[in-house]
């Protein structure tokens, strides 16, 4: 299993050099977005952490195997502020697709919630 938070300079440098797998992938983003939903902000250490991960991230190469859309579906669920300290901290081109997506995949999570009566609706 990756540790997003967890991860070593040789784990990185693992990272980097291989095509990610299907399961890697996977794991990459399951671990992400239970740190960032797991996290508590606190304007100081945590924060730095999560602006740590992506750039851990950046270094294994991640961003260029994983797409914008991917990742901006597997913040979905993650809280907006968590989501929005750790896609500030993306690679400026990447953090501009990811910021589409995700604003895309909040827009029809949203919409579906508020068709099927979910908390939108209420009103």
Same mark, same amino acid.
């Given at each position: 299993?990756?540790?997003?938070?967890?991860?070593?300079?040789?784990?990185?440098? &693992?990272?980097?050099?291989? *095509? %990610?797998?299907? +399961?890697?992938?996977?794991?990459? /983003?399951? @671990?992400?977005?239970?740190?960032?939903?797991?996290?508590?902000?606190?304007?100081?250490?945590?924060?730095?952490?999560?602006?740590?991960?992506?750039?851990?991230?950046?270094?294994?190469?991640?961003?260029? &195997?994983?797409?914008?859309? *991917? %990742?901006?579906? +597997?913040?979905?669920?993650?809280? /907006?502020? @968590?989501?929005?300290?750790?896609?500030?901290?993306?690679?400026?081109?990447?953090?501009?697709?990811?910021?589409?997506?995700?604003?895309?995949?909040?827009?029809?999570?949203?919409?579906?919630?508020?068709?099927?009566?979910?908390?939108?609706?209420?009103?």
């Amino acid at each position: 299993m990756i540790d997003v938070a967890m991860l070593k300079p040789s784990e990185i440098r &693992q990272l980097a050099g291989v *095509r %990610l797998s299907a +399961a890697q992938t996977g794991e990459i /983003l399951s @671990s992400l977005a239970a740190v960032l939903t797991q996290a508590t902000l606190d304007g100081g250490a945590i924060n730095d952490h999560i602006g740590c991960i992506a750039d851990d991230l950046r270094m294994a190469r991640a961003w260029e &195997q994983i797409s914008a859309s *991917r %990742l901006a579906s +597997a913040l979905v669920e993650v809280p /907006l502020e @968590s989501a929005w300290l750790f896609i500030s901290n993306l690679p400026l081109k990447y953090s501009a697709d990811v910021t589409r997506e995700w604003r895309t995949e909040l827009e029809l999570k949203s919409a579906d919630q508020n068709s099927y009566g979910g908390p939108l609706a209420a009103g």
